[in-house]
């Protein structure tokens, strides 16, 4: 049936999933949040009442906030989101496993577009629609947080998302033979190392095997920020971790950079909070493996965006691409 004409709508909802919490808001066209509201992930292990739950959230929001004729479209960035099918696949951090036609389901409980798309996917269209890609071609943003790392690279200005969905899985390349156990099942994978998660297990194995006197010993909990502190003090243990993990880091971005050849690496997530104790050594490690005909040609730079702004902003990028749909209007 052919529907009326409709009035031109200025917002949509991002939503991003994270695995501790997910964050929700109301974006305009230019990128301001309007609303914004969170609820904790894991206290819904069930996916069916993930999705109602997050539904009536999402109609409160937007009801509060200029009802539902001003909104297009709901973006959805999840850990293994694949914006081909719709669908979260086989996530290793989540409660819900398999595949997840999470944009199926809020579209029939919304009534309204939905797109879901892996967190590096969205994030990288939100640093090029509002952040550090703007006006770049050729990028990658690399996203290292709590649940891992991922990625996503633009070419020629598209998006690069494979035959299936699932280009720039960085976080599974393998960069340690018979190394940690990964979320995916296999060993070694770079995130496993460079993640919230993996610098924490480093320092803990550097204290396993070491009687050398730290700070990190005196710490309650073991965090990024907390042993970026005992770095501020000079701890030279503290400092060996943020060390090994840029190393890592570099190792990875460089067999991604030597590939696809980008203007600029984009790195977003907790970890970059501590970029300071980061910088020198993935720099260093990243320019001692790049092809040497890349070498100072491959910019890395820390997001212009802020932590509290990013994963819902790209989120809502990722609304915008998605054909506009509304059993409403």
């Given at each position: 049936?052919?529907?009326?004409?409709?009035?031109?709508?200025?917002?949509?909802?991002?939503?991003?999933?994270?695995?501790?919490?997910?964050?929700?808001?109301?974006?305009?066209?230019?990128?301001?949040i309007i609303a914004i509201d969170h609820f904790s992930t894991s206290d819904y292990p069930i996916v069916s009442e993930y999705v109602a739950?997050?539904?009536?959230?999402?109609?409160?929001?937007?009801?509060?906030?200029?009802?539902?004729?001003?909104?297009?479209?709901?973006?959805?960035?999840a850990p293994s989101g694949n914006f081909l099918t719709g669908s979260i696949e086989n996530a290793a951090n989540l409660p819900w496993k398999g595949i997840i036609p999470l944009a199926a389901l809020m579209r029939d409980?919304?009534?309204?577009?939905?797109?879901?798309?892996?967190?590096?996917?969205?994030?990288?269209?939100?640093?090029?629609?509002?952040?550090?890609?703007?006006?770049?071609?050729?990028?990658?943003?690399?996203?290292?947080?709590?649940?891992?790392?991922?990625?996503?690279?633009?070419?020629?200005?598209?998006?690069?998302?494979?035959?299936?969905?699932?280009?720039?899985?960085?976080?599974?390349?393998?960069?340690?033979?018979?190394?940690?156990?990964?979320?995916?099942?296999?060993?070694?994978?770079?995130?496993?190392?460079?993640?919230?998660?993996?610098?924490?297990?480093?320092?803990?194995?550097?204290?396993?095997?070491?009687?050398?006197?730290?700070?990190?010993?005196?710490?309650?909990?073991?965090?990024?920020?907390?042993?970026?502190?005992?770095?501020?003090?000079?701890?030279?243990?503290?400092?060996?971790?943020?060390?090994?993990?840029?190393?890592?880091?570099?190792?990875?971005?460089?067999?991604?950079?030597?590939?696809?050849?980008?203007?600029?690496?984009?790195?977003?997530?907790?970890?970059?909070?501590?970029?300071?104790?980061?910088?020198?050594?993935?720099?260093?490690?990243?320019?001692?493996?790049?092809?040497?005909?890349?070498?100072?040609?491959?910019?890395?730079?820390?997001?212009?965006?802020?932590?509290?702004?990013?994963?819902?902003?790209?989120?809502?990028?990722?609304?915008?691409?998605?054909?506009?749909?509304?059993?409403?209007?």
């Amino acid at each position: 049936m052919q529907r009326m004409s409709k009035m031109m709508k200025t917002r949509v909802v991002g939503v991003d999933i994270g695995i501790d919490v997910t964050t929700y808001a109301i974006v305009d066209i230019r990128g301001t949040i309007i609303a914004i509201d969170h609820f904790s992930t894991s206290d819904y292990p069930i996916v069916s009442e993930y999705v109602a739950v997050l539904s009536d959230k999402i109609v409160t929001l937007v009801e509060a906030n200029g009802g539902y004729e001003t909104v297009r479209s709901v973006g959805i960035s999840a850990p293994s989101g694949n914006f081909l099918t719709g669908s979260i696949e086989n996530a290793a951090n989540l409660p819900w496993k398999g595949i997840i036609p999470l944009a199926a389901l809020m579209r029939d409980s919304l009534g309204l577009a939905v797109a879901v798309g892996n967190d590096a996917h969205a994030t990288a269209i939100g640093e090029r629609v509002y952040g550090s890609a703007h006006g770049l071609q050729n990028f990658v943003v690399v996203s290292m947080g709590h649940g891992g790392v991922g990625s996503c690279f633009f070419s020629n200005g598209r998006a690069h998302l494979g035959d299936s969905g699932s280009a720039g899985e960085i976080g599974h390349i393998c960069v340690e033979d018979h190394g940690r156990l990964c979320g995916c099942g296999r060993q070694g994978c770079l995130e496993r190392y460079v993640s919230v998660g993996g610098l924490i297990q480093t320092a803990r194995e550097m204290l396993a095997e070491s009687s050398e006197d730290s700070l990190m010993r005196q710490l309650p909990e073991l965090t990024p920020e907390a042993i970026g502190e005992c770095c501020d003090e000079g701890d030279q243990l503290a400092l060996k971790v943020y060390r090994q993990t840029g190393e890592m880091f570099g190792i990875g971005l460089s067999f991604y950079a030597s590939v696809i050849n980008p203007e600029a690496i984009i790195l977003t997530g907790g970890l970059t909070n501590q970029w300071k104790w980061l910088e020198e050594p993935t720099q260093l490690s990243f320019n001692e493996h790049l092809f040497p005909n890349l070498r100072g040609k491959v910019e890395l730079q820390v997001s212009i965006i802020t932590d509290a702004e990013r994963d819902v902003m790209g989120a809502s990028a990722l609304a915008w691409e998605v054909e506009e749909y509304s059993l409403f209007i």
